[in-house]
């Protein structure tokens, strides 16, 4: 058996080293996922930082003698950073689909997502919970039962992946049946 050989009888096999045997077949993979990762770390790291240094930045700048109106505004900067920052930051990303697998026999879909503490969130849902938005939404793709997606339609390998995760490869043409049993009721009336 040559090398070539070889190679061409990989290339035929339909799975892939990235397979997860309880998810089924990759279909997608993410590319911003490192980012979406290490943008959420550093918020939440500088975020501890700013809750461990606040009291020793008060005792020593002495904010703490000076008026209400001052420790007001200080505490509502700090506050901003400190809590708001990762929560806009969890609430813009929560939907980004990191990895994508689909199960061919049962036709179901696990979207692998971050959560909260930014460990892996598992969603298992089928083919017809998606929806599509009816107006363009900038974090959402698609809806998966109730939870929002969002994926790049560019990064799928195989565009039949995506056209059968939208419902894209549903027909839409009228049966022939149906269209005899419309002109019969006309017919009748």
């Known amino acids: 058996v ?5 190679v061409a009888v990989r290339s035929l ?3 892939s080293p990235h397979d997860h045997p309880e998810h089924g077949r990759l279909v997608y993979k993410g590319n911003l996922a490192k980012a ?5 770390f550093f918020s939440y790291s500088t975020s501890i930082f700013n ?8 005792l020593k700048s002495g904010i ?5 109106l001052f420790q007001a505004a200080f505490y509502g900067l700090i506050g901003i950073f400190t809590f708001v920052t990762p929560i806009t930051l969890h609430i813009l990303t929560k939907g980004y689909v990191i990895r994508l697998y689909y199960k061919d026999e049962v036709d179901t879909y696990t979207a692998i997502t971050y959560n ?3 460990a892996e969130k598992v969603t298992v849902f089928h083919q017809k919970d998606v929806k599509i938005p009816d107006i363009t ?3 959402t793709t698609f809806y998966a039962k109730t ?7 560019t990064l799928f390998p195989n565009p039949q992946d995506y056209n059968h995760l939208m419902g894209y490869d549903k027909s839409s043409f009228f049966r022939l049946e149906d269209l005899e049993e419309v002109k019969e009721a006309d017919e009748r009336k």
């Open 2 to 6: 040559t090398s070539f050989q070889r």
């Open 51 to 58: 809750l461990f240094m606040m009291p020793y930045i008060m």
């Open 116 to 118: 909260a503490i930014l």
């Open 13 to 15: 096999s339909t799975s």
């Open 64 to 68: 703490g003698m000076e008026s209400l």
């Open 147 to 153: 939870k929002s997606m969002l994926v790049n339609p």
């Open 137 to 139: 939404k900038m974090f």
């Open 36 to 40: 979406v990762l290490g943008v959420k």
